[in-house]
């Protein structure tokens, strides 16, 4: 033989996956994880001239020193820990619904209907449960129609989904140019409701935070206990499983779209009547999008979610309280919380794999090539 | 005889997570000799080979190539050292041509010199004994042409040292042959040849030396003309086993149970996948399906489960309301119907899980798979399964710390003993079973040779789609061959040979190819 063979260096680090990371320590790696986006996060304020504990410490204090800055920080988590719920059993099958942020839109807009329209005709609790389940309703319309076309003739739900975000929130902008428009204004605006029309308040904040914290244990049980929540287990695992074991597939992916949808609906109904009094672009406010995130950080646990959105409504709110005191931009508060984000979702690769580096000792072998 | 060493591996190590797929293992392969790597699945064969071809990375230890140590750190660096790997699964581009595949990636200029090209491997496949049009579109050939291109393709290459992956898988008892021919050829020539397998009757025929793997570790190494079946058995096992297949007789009077009469279905690229299959099943009986590999099996299994569009034809069984007669036809319903009309039917897919079982589920909700809604209000009622789980498990000593355990954790053998054990607890009349020791180490496929003739003895009628020739003929009360969709023949494997069953597979496919 006489080819030149040509010396290699083993790879300086390699990529392997593992399974058997214990809870706890994956728990820590999950910390750590924050604990980085912290400091990261600090040497950003550091650099905007600030002092990143006194930023840290006032951002606390903006969202939960006060009880008016309470109410607002569960103001904020409250539609994102519902939404979070509203999506997990889709997710949990497998279909990819990002369309949430339409669907709190649809049961925002039908709500609204009968908040604007109906306030002087409907006793004031019974309008209330008609806002309530005109809000559903139209939610879970507009989340079942993409699992029609999935069921039917296997369109993908992600586009469809995603699509059907705009053409509602372009209806709502439509309303509000035009049909809806506050009387005597030019100004594109919806009139704020009627007292009639409102959520009552417990301690402060609108009912929805109660509704929400009950339908988390409701969800749970749902996907753990009931014959449903095992049907969307297993569609999510192998369609092919699921037909081998007499499922109705098609009929599955449209129930549980279904109530997706009509979570997301009533998220809406509550962000309208509870939180806002009206109804603009702005109602559904990427929250379908973010709660994405809070229900993936939670791994589709519903009381992890409750932990998670807590802490996202905990940042989101900080970060107000820093612009306003500090000066600090809205759009580095956005750099502050898109770090952490990133780095809690990018601690989950750790859980799931591990990084080898290049052998110390491989140099020390006879032949193994030039010292490092 | 002395050969030159080609590669020696020394030590290696390599982990999956908390699996030594192999540890410490040292071997040399050797210039003009055949060298069959045997060990069961999951004992570290391919995990070695990949590590030679560049694929995975060893954790320790050292790789000797022709004197030199090397690194290879990619399938590209492997080529360049000459060591060429033949996969299980085919990478070839379907529209291109077998000349036009062979030549895809390598350097050269912007045009191809196809006369020359052509004329090159005309050269290669004289010397070695292939068969081969090398103008012949990828798309137009049997698995076994398929497989000469990837063989064909390593050698144009330059590769002296070839690894083959379980290479006859896929190949009648004629292909295997011809095949074993060729490496012959091959070795004569010079070159260096490793061929994974685990059918022990290959390596007798093949190799001119063993080295057998067990559980990652390299056990023994052996001149193949110094050993036997038995003894390469035990070693591969750890342990005496006994390689006796059992076939007993059944004392009552048998009836037929299931009528399949003219079943035609269409497969996923629109030719008939099962063209008129007629064939009754009796109780007391297990009749063997075999063929080439997609030659109509999985088809005529998951038709008769309900889960494949029939196009034409019937499914006769008994039910609850048929009185003992065959006479429900099943075709167009769905399992869920299926199971309503009291048909008494269990089917063991060979996808354990992807379609038998759920895999990130435990033991206990996947014994409620078929059976979840049972049982009045919106809860699932996991008490009964949970007893059913720690019954299988005791009763068919599944290897599991807890039923609570998902069983993708579980090995191949213990996943199949969680699934059959799961069907035949539902008590079937027709059990159907696809590949059910596929993969399977030696001990638990005859745990469910056992459970299979348990179910036979109890008047259960068996459908088995088997791939293992030896273990059909062995096991089986008839066979029926299966060739291009069509039923080839329904013979005695007591009055048949093993070749008469291979050209029977075999037989009809050349009809297919001139109609």
Redesign the interface.
Known sequence: ?D?A???????LM?I?????MPAGKAWIIRVLAIVFALVVGGLVILSLGHNPFSVYADMLRGSLATKTARVETVKIAVPLLGTALAITPAFKMKFWNIGAEGQIMAGAIAASYFALYWYKVLPGPLLILVMLIAGAVAGGIWGVIPAIFKAKWGVNETLFTLMFNYIIIGFEKYLQNGPWIKEGTTYPKIDMFDQAARLPKVLGVHVGWIAVLVLTVVMFFYLK???????I??VG??V??A??????VKKVIIRTMIISGVISGIVGFLIVSGADYTLNENTSGGIGFTAISVAWLARLNPFVMIFISAFLAILSKGSNTIQTDFKIPASAAGVLTGIILLCMLGGEFFVNYKL?FR?KKHAE?P???EEA | MEHEIAISLEGICKSFGSVKANHDISLDIRRGEVLALLGENGSGKTTLMNILSGIYFPDEGRITVNGEEVTIRSPKEAFELGIGMIHQHYKLVEVLTAAENITLGLKGGLTVKRRELVNDIRALTERYGFELDPTKKIYDMSVSEKQTVEIIKVLYRGADILILDEPTAVLTPQETEKLFAILHNMRDDGKAIVIITHKLNEVMSVSDRVAILRKGEAVATVNTAETDAQTLTDLMVGRKVSLEIERPEVDFEQTDFLKVVDLTCIGAEGHKALDSVSFTLRSGEIMGVAGIAGSGQRELCEAIAGLYPVQGGAILCRSETSSGEVRENIVGMSPTEIIKKGVAMAFVPEDRLGMGLVASMDMIDNMMLKSYKRGKGPFVDRKTPRAMAEQIKDELEVMTPCVTMPVRRLSGGNVQKVLVGREIASSPKVLVVAYPVRGLDINSSYTIYDLLNQQKKKGVAVMFIGEDLDVLMALCDRIMVLCGGRVAGIVDPREVTKDEIGLMMAGERRDEEVG
């Open positions: 033989m080819k063979y040509k010396h290699h260096e083993e790879p390699r392997t996956a593992r399974s058997d206990y009931t014959k449903q929540g095992y049907e287990s297993v695992e192998s092919r499983t037909q081998y074991a007499g499922m109705n080898i052998h072998l032949k193994g090539g």
